[in-house]
């Protein structure tokens, strides 16, 4: 083949951007950062005659710092599907396919979707990990709500900072949250410690059973 003709869109929309190349590879550009897109591919060999689509393949863009405050993340846009993880947080370690999102109605905070996190043990925490922050740390606090699903085997919510998502061993521990009742309640947690080290641009929440 010598032609062929790309198609692609955001996941969100129903429409197609249709492209006809002779060159192979092609280069998108003018994306949105921080999202997940569809593409497809098909050759086109005379002005009526082409090959099947490809297959529909998946693709997120490159995340963008955080730059704009107050920044918030409800979970929600996630929530028609259970079991996703949000575009552009982290989680370095996985348990039983936790972090991810919940559409159960006995666990939302907000309408659709909430966060559900467990961990394996004590000694074996799972992280959620927001993305990158363009502040300086010391500037910032964070407002959230936790539901533990029981008081004795919960456990609790460690929160702290780190600067490499990928690697635990960055984990800052700022404050650690043991809930006392079984319902949402809201806590803040403010990073003014000047001992952190200014290089945490990440959030991380981290869940020890």
Partial sequence: ???????????TDTSWTSI???????TLTGLTNSSIYNV??????????????????????????????PYTESFDNYGSVAGVFPTC?????IYSTYPKTSVSSSRIHSAPA?????SESTAKPTYAITPQLGENIHSLRVKFWIMPESLTSSGTMQVGVMSNPSDTSTFE???????????????????????LTGSNNYIAFRQKT
């Fill in 114 to 118: 909430s966060l559900e996190i467990h």
């Fill in 20 to 26: 006809n190349t002779t060159t192979n590879s092609y």
């Fill in 1 to 11: 083949e010598t032609a062929w003709n790309l198609q692609y869109k955001l996941s």
């Fill in 89 to 93: 947080w982290y989680r370095p370690i």
């Fill in 40 to 69: 497809k591919v098909k050759a086109v060999c005379s002005p009526t005659d082409g090959s099947l689509w490809s297959n529909i393949i998946n693709f997120n863009t490159r995340c963008d710092i955080i730059s704009s405050f």
């Fill in 173 to 195: 521990l700022v404050q650690t949250i043991q809930p006392t009742t079984t319902s949402y309640s809201q806590y803040e947690v403010q990073f003014t410690n000047t001992a």
